[in-house]
T-cell receptor
Framework: AQSVTQLGSHVSVSEGALVLLRCNYSSSVPPYLFWYVQYPNQGLQLLLKYTTGATLVKGINGFEAEFKKSETSFHLTKPSAHMSDAAEYFCAVSETGGFKTIFGAGTRLFVKA | GAGVSQSPRYKVAKRGQDVALRCDPISGHVSLFWYQQALGQGPEFLTYFQNEAQLDKSGLPSDRFFAERPEGSVSTLKIQRTQQEDSAVYLC??????????????FGEGSRLTVL
């Protein structure tokens, strides 16, 4: 069965600092991995995804994530935080060829001026 | 339409009332999903349709929950005899045939249900 663990329900960084949001997954087959962002009172929006190929994936708004099979991780990073990055971030996994996407509990990112 | 549309955005129900939540997916999207998001939690899978066929309803928490998509487009999630624990945001998502196997989902803004 698939599962996703996001380490840290809240992360606080200063504007301009590195953003690192951690995600570990469990899957019995090669996974597809996603990061979604949710702004207040809005639905989830896809930031980036890993399906196959290059393990370093670039997404929107300067975010990127690296798939590390040996560590079963898919951590999200951004070199320099902006105030507009403050939101809830969800890591998600779906099995290759499957349709059910499983989400982590989310990490709320706070950005301090 | 341009995006996934859900209505109502907010619904307050008295315990025991029935509610119906509507989802209008992106035009042409064959797959439609319902998720439940409790406060401070990630979305939890409820059910999945491919066209009009409900292929997976394993996430529906009880037989009070029922979903349908009779013509393969608009979907309705119905909750009978609502309980306080049903209070949550109900998210609808759709995906097109080209993204079906990658799991990329396009979400609506959700329907926030509060049961008093």
């Amino acid at each position: 069965a698939q599962s996703v663990t996001q380490l840290g329900s809240h992360v606080s960084v200063s504007e301009g600092a590195l953003v690192l949001l951690r995600c570990n997954y469990s899957s019995s087959v090669p996974p597809y991995l996603f990061w979604y962002v949710q702004y207040p009172n809005q639905g989830l929006q896809l930031l980036l995804k890993y399906t196959t190929g290059a393990t370093l994936v670039k997404g929107i708004n300067g975010f990127e994530a690296e798939f590390k099979k040996s560590e079963t991780s898919f951590h999200l990073t951004k070199p320099s935080a902006h105030m507009s990055d403050a939101a809830e971030y969800f890591c998600a996994v779906s099995e290759t060829g499957g349709f059910k996407t499983i989400f982590g509990a989310g990490t709320r990112l706070f950005v301090k001026a | 339409g341009a995006g996934v549309s859900q209505s109502p955005r907010y619904k307050v129900a008295k315990r025991g009332q029935d509610v119906a939540l509507r989802c209008d997916p992106i035009s042409g999207h064959v797959s439609l999903f319902w998720y439940q998001q409790a406060l401070g939690q990630g979305p939890e899978f409820l059910t999945y349709f491919q066209n009009e066929a409900q292929l997976d309803k394993s996430g529906l928490p009880s037989d009070r929950f029922f979903a349908e998509r009779p013509e393969g487009s608009v979907s309705t999630l119905k909750i009978q005899r609502t309980q306080q624990e049903d209070s949550a945001v109900y998210l609808c998502a759709s995906t097109g045939r080209e993204a079906l196997n990658t799991g990329e989902l396009f979400f609506g803004e959700g329907s926030r249900l509060t049961v008093l």
